[in-house]
């Protein structure tokens, strides 16, 4: 018998012998090179950390590869961080060449510190997801190819911080990144009655509409849906696989920015919409990415030393970043849910 | 949650509800047999460990006894 | 093993980012269920939809999540991932590891699953992607033996995650290591056993950095902060200005209440303790030269969430500081949120987040709810409309009678 409730494992048996030793004592921290980081306790110890990208979709013959490094160069000692990336972490700063050159060697990627973009934190998408309005991996590798050269250099005004979610619930924090890619449904479920005849519990399929669109409809022993007030959710093909609301002809990727979690300077700020639908061009999503480098190389062309894609258009003003990004306005970008008065403009102030 | 040994009679009775029932959410169980829903909750706690209830998850939790309610096919 | 083609996932082996279609491809070498997974992928990427469905019923005895059932919807034609579930396991505090722990996952996962992992998922835990009913209960049995234990889903306290904390960081102002497992630990009920009207969900952060994005992604965000000033060792500060670093531009101009002074003659930073908001910007940009003042806890945020229903959340202050230096310190902390979940679970609807409960009921019946006095620090600004609810107590206080003595 399983024993139960015993918690994750005790952290402190997976801390490096240097971590245990210099814990709470760290002074500072510097970043020698691109996806190093130097962090220094305040008795001198060093401490080399090792930042590789991962697919976050990983085999454990991955894993078990990544495990042979750490054993020959950590002591057998590593971390995820918080972006899916892996740190091998080394407490013999003379180790630290030569696992830089047996990483490239294996073609594992150093980068995503400082100034850079890191891993882009995602949700399933197709690969696992039951609601999914777009592939997940697949528009992470496809944007990150092609943004690489700002993951191993630190060339970028800020640190940018990318999220994508698969449709509209937007798990993953997409909507406080400095870049959010979001999968979008647009049209509503499509109702298979003779699905639902068979043995949907109505009930349950009713209550688990978020906007009350749902309602019974006792003559066809089915539902009807109030097309005005569906949002696209999926919640409802959760409760039953009668409701299908993909829609491969319609669904497809919305872009916000500036959105932010840190309190650095200015407190932390959702993502907002500027491009409101990007078509799923797999396996390479070419509009998506396309339209990702554009705001990318605009933000750094213009950005301030320091300025993160939400602050730097905050000071110019939105109005400013349409115009510059060349991106159409339309009312589709204005919002129309619950809190959409605080976004109106209610000054006479601003610019063209 | 309640802590400790869960009240045998509000055990029986939440077996009982549940066996007139297809399934059911915690509170409501509380309300129809007049407990609290710490003490149901507990209750549940030992059900399941036991096998004779089990949770379910769609769209929110609830509780039925085992095997009661399919899984989609 | 299956020899069909995948045209379009090879497309998404070139470039330099690492591919997950490689991993899949690396796991299908075992698994016929990987290798029946890339056929399903395959065939959403030409039809440019999913074909995963999501069901309710499959768990261990004893625990009412950490396994979220999924079936393909075509089980005829992919009868290896008709049943292809998710198992979430509690990772270490930090997502620290030595190999021989990840070892025993990959050996586990390796007989009893597809050999396809989340490292790890947007909540914290390590995800397994891809088993079969019947194998659920004996994975669980040998994760637990090898001293492993399911993360949470459904609607319960969701696994909670940290950042790395005092483990590697001169910011950290808690040890959120041992907050995340000393915490996780307490609930383990709450955890494994869903009773509430939704999930809940717990992240800490060291510091105003908030690298777990807790205010963004949890419904409690326990954030690091100090009380008193922050300190300056003006050696290091010249050191900064001998490296040609510019202090006026970078640090001062960029600081949001301007507290902070150079003295280019004297190359010595002053600061205004009492207009700092402590929001790290100076300290990131002169880790040498300024740190956190010396009486450190946390800020307790309340209500963040993603955007499924009533649009997103960030969470708000509820409690402007308090201490979380030892375990004893912890013990406030969960009697607050004990109190919280209490009031949620009697006045939340189903599916209702703390966030849009109180944002429905209000705040005044929250704070009353939990018996947490208001303070100035929970709001940006007060109210702009005069539509307070008032109580009789308040009215015995504050009213006077038509001879205009008190009441």
């Known amino acids: ?352 | 949650m309640a802590r400790g040994p869960a009240d045998p009679e509000v055990k029986a009775k939440v077996l009982e509800y549940l066996g007139k029932v297809q399934k059911a959410k915690s509170r409501d169980v509380a309300v129809a047999i007049g407990a609290t829903k710490s003490d149901v909750d507990n209750a549940v706690k030992e059900l399941t460990a036991e096998d004779l209830v089990e949770y379910l998850y769609i769209t929110t939790t609830f509780i039925c006894l085992k095997g009661k309610v399919q899984t989609p096919s | 093993m299956t020899e069909k083609k995948t045209p379009l996932l090879d497309e998404l082996e070139k470039g330099k980012w690492p591919s997950f279609v490689t991993e899949i491809k690396r796991a299908a070498v075992k698994s016929e269920a990987a290798g029946e997974l890339l056929q399903v992928l395959e065939r959403s990427y030409n039809e440019r939809r999913g074909h995963w469905k999501h069901g309710g019923i499959v768990g261990v005895r004893g625990y009412g999540g950490g396994v979220i059932g999924r079936y393909v919807d075509e089980p005829q034609t992919y009868p290896n991932v008709a049943e292809f579930h998710t198992i979430r396991l509690l990772q270490p505090s930090g997502w620290f590891y030595n190999t021989k722990a990840l070892r025993t996952i990959c050996d586990i996962w390796e007989k009893h699953g597809s050999g396809l992992t989340n490292m790890h998922g947007s909540t914290g835990d390590i995800i397994l992607l891809g088993c079969k009913t019947e194998h659920i209960q004996p994975i669980f049995d040998e994760f637990s033996e090898a001293g492993f234990d399911l993360g949470g889903s459904g609607s319960c306290l969701r696994t909670p995650n940290c950042c790395v904390g005092p483990g590697r960081c001169e910011h950290a102002c808690y040890d959120t290591l041992e907050a995340c497992y000393n915490i996780t630990n307490e609930f383990m009920d709450e955890l494994h056993r869903p009773m509430w009207p939704y999930k809940s969900k717990i992240k800490f952060s060291g510091c105003a950095n908030d690298c777990t994005s807790s205010i963004a992604r949890s419904d409690c965000s326990v954030i690091g902060t100090w009380r008193d000033t922050l300190r300056i060792d003006q050696d290091a500060v010249k050191e900064y200005v001998a490296k040609k670093f510019d202090i006026q531009e970078m640090v001062c101009d960029k600081c949001p209440t301007r507290c902070l002074t150079f003295n280019a003659s004297t190359q010595e930073l002053s600061v205004v303790g009492e207009d700092c908001t402590r929001c790290m910007h100076c300290i990131n940009m002169m880790p040498k030269a300024i740190r956190a003042g010396k009486e450190k806890g946390a800020t307790i945020l309340i209500g963040g969430k993603s955007t499924i229903v009533q649009s997103a959340f960030m969470s708000w202050v509820i409690v402007p500081f308090m201490k979380m230096e030892t375990e004893d310190d912890f013990e406030p902390f969960k009697d607050l949120m004990r109190r919280i979940w209490e009031w949620w679970d009697e006045n939340g609807k189903s599916r209702e987040r703390i966030g849009e409960t109180i944002y429905r009921l209000g705040m005044t019946k929250f704070l009353q709810g939990i018996d947490v006095p208001p303070v100035p620090q929970m709001v940006f600004r007060p109210r702009a409309n005069p539509y307070v609810f008032w109580n009789q107590d308040d009215l015995d206080r504050s009213g006077t009678a038509l001879d205009g003595s008190k009441l």
């Open chain 1, 1 to 352: 018998m399983a024993v139960l409730d015993q918690g994750p494992p005790h952290y402190k048996k997976m801390l490096p012998p240097i971590v245990q030793e210099n814990y709470g004592q760290w002074k500072y921290h510097e970043i020698p090179s691109p996806g190093v980081l130097k962090h220094v306790s305040e008795n001198g110890a060093a401490l080399y950390s090792v930042r590789v990208a991962t697919p976050r979709l990983v085999s454990i013959d991955f894993i078990r590869d990544v495990c042979v490094i750490a054993d020959q160069y950590c002591d057998g000692f590593l971390r995820w961080t918080t972006r899916n990336n892996i740190e091998f972490l080394v407490s013999d700063e003379g180790k630290v060449n030569p696992l830089l050159a047996e990483l490239e060697a294996k073609g594992l990627r150093v980068g995503g510190t400082g100034h850079s973009i890191s891993n882009i934190v995602h949700t399933q998408g197709w690969v696992h997801c039951h609601t999914p309005a777009t592939d997940a991996s697949g528009v992470v590798k496809a944007v990150m190819d092609d943004l690489y050269e700002y993951f191993n250099t630190m060339k970028l005004p800020a640190k940018l911080k990318m999220g994508l979610a698969c449709c509209l619930n937007m798990c993953g924090a997409a909507h406080c990144s400095d870049i959010a890619i979001v999968g979008v449904h647009r049209t509503p479920p499509r109702i298979n009655h003779e699905v639902i005849r068979k043995g949907t519990e109505i009930p349950s399929l009713v209550a688990s509409c978020p906007t009350g669109a749902i309602r019974p409809d006792p003559k066809n022993k089915s539902v009807i849906v109030n097309e005005d007030k569906c949002m696209y959710c999926g919640n409802c093909y959760t409760m039953s696989p009668a409701m299908e609301i993909y829609d491969p002809k319609n669904d497809g990727i919305a872009i916000l920015i500036g959105g932010k979690t840190s309190n650095a300077r200015t407190a932390p700020s959702f993502s907002r919409m500027v491009i409101p639908f990007l078509p799923n061009t797999a396996p390479r999503w070419p509009e998506t990415t396309e339209a990702i480098r554009k705001i990318v190389e605009l933000w750094i062309a213009n950005a301030r030393k320091g300025e993160r894609v939400g602050e730097w258009v905050e000071r110019i003003g939105w109005e400013k970043f349409f115009s510059m990004a060349e991106l159409p306005f339309s009312d589709m970008l204005i919002d129309d849910y619950i809190f959409s008065r605080e976004t109106f403009r209610t000054s006479a102030s601003f610019k063209y």
